[in-house]
Each structure stands twice: as C-alpha cells, then as structure tokens.
C-alpha cells in the first residue's frame, strides 16, 4: 500500500473509532494571538512576495492560505532535503530532511508577512506540536518556517519571541526558523487537494475546520475565493 493510501486508510480507521482530533491551533491557545510587534510594512505599490513554511500536511495548509486576502497562489511541495528526494513516496519516509511545505505567493501592498505568519499560527496548524500535526508524525510534518531574507528571519523570530513570552500555548513553540534553500512543487495530485476532495475524512476531520476558523476569527483576511 502506498503511504498516501495508507493516510487516508489510517483516517478512516480513526473516524470509525472516534479518535480524530482535528489540528487546529487556535484550539489550542491560551490566550488570542496577537498581531505581530516587529513586521514588514505594506508595500506602496503591488509588488509579489514569497513565503515558505510548513505545519503538517500540506493539504489544510495550502488550502488556509488560498483563502487569505492577498496571497496570489498557494502551492503544495517540499523543502529542506536534495531535488532528488523531493517526491512524496520517499518524503513520507521521514528520512529525507524534506518537510510537506506551502510555497505563497502574496501581494505586499494587500498583505504583510508578519499578518501571514499570525494565521499560520493562529489557525493553520498548532506549533507546540513537535514532529507532528493531527494524526501524521514524523519530521516530514514540521512546524518550520523557511525564510528568504533577513527581514523574514527577523519578523519570524520576532515574533514567535513574543508569542512565546507572552504565553499565547500553554507549551513553547517548536517551530523552526531556517534559511530556505529550495522549494520543490509536489505532484499535480496534492495540489488544490482540500478543494478537489471536499468530502475526503481527512480532510473533513483535519482541514475544513481550519478554514472556518480562518473565516471565524480573520473576517477582514478571508476570502471565499
């Protein structure tokens, strides 16, 4: 059986058994998250962005994002391992330092970087969660954030510094924040895969949720696109 057999196989298992948890972070705060202190000012004019982070299977994540104002594109794929083990067969072996990211792509002058990162810890995965998100473990589910310049290292550490300090989890963030060295798209069938299989258990259990409370506690940030 194929490891992407075998998660949707392990999903319906655990939905019969009632064990599904759905991986939400906001869930999971103590208290509600703030904007961040240090970030990026919006550009004046449009300008196109990009940022890379993990947090779990990249299904929910991709799928948070595509409905956030001003991101442009979503893509589902890999980062942290070598070009030649970026496919989803040896990435879900866990031994490949690769980890299931989201490439966005954003406009500047709609969205800062410092307001993506509050969704992404706020409700696209929970970032106390060590090697793990939901129901998947493994290194390959990460919490990490891949920066491309010392202005993203600086909001993104910044920032998970304050978080951290004023106790937002009840446990410390785990997430990683590492330079990013390449970004390798993922099959055609992982992309859009939360839009395309709605009524999949998985991503029911696992994804939906993390869009509703997109829309929940972002109203200004979300889009219906």
């Given at each position: 059986m194929s490891s992407f057999s075998a998660r949707c196989?392990?999903?319906l298992l655990m939905v019969t058994l009632g064990a599904v948890i759905a991986c939400n972070a906001g869930e999971r705060a103590a208290v509600p998250i703030p904007p961040p202190a240090v970030d990026a000012a919006l550009a004046s004019a449009k300008s196109q962005q990009?940022?890379?982070?993990?947090?779990?299977?990249?299904?929910?994540?991709?799928?948070?994002?595509?409905h956030v104002k001003g991101v442009i594109s979503a893509t589902s794929g890999y980062s942290g391992g070598a070009a030649n083990?970026?496919?989803?067969?040896?990435?879900?072996?866990?031994?490949?330092g690769h980890a299931e990211s989201v490439k966005i792509v954003y406009d500047s002058s709609r969205i800062t970087y410092g307001q993506l990162l509050?969704?992404?810890?706020?409700v696209a995965h929970d970032p106390t969660e060590l090697n793990r998100q939901g129901p998947d473990t493994g290194s390959q589910y990460r919490s990490s954030i891949f920066y491309a310049s010392d202005e993203q290292k600086r909001v993104a550490e910044a920032y998970i510094a304050q978080l951290d300090q004023a106790k937002v989890f009840p446990r410390p963030?785990?997430?990683?924040?590492?330079?990013?060295?390449?970004f390798y798209p993922a099959e055609a069938y992982h992309q859009d895969y939360a839009a395309l299989h709605p009524d999949n258990p998985y991503i029911v259990y696992n994804d939906a949720p993390k869009v509703a409370h997109l829309r929940q506690e972002f109203p200004d940030l979300y889009t219906g696109k």
């Open positions: 196989s392990a999903l990009t940022a890379v982070i993990s947090g779990g299977c990249f299904w929910g994540v991709q799928a948070v994002f595509q083990t970026a496919e989803y067969e040896r990435v879900s072996n866990g031994d490949t509050r969704v992404f810890f706020s963030i785990v997430t990683q924040v590492v330079p990013l060295k390449a």
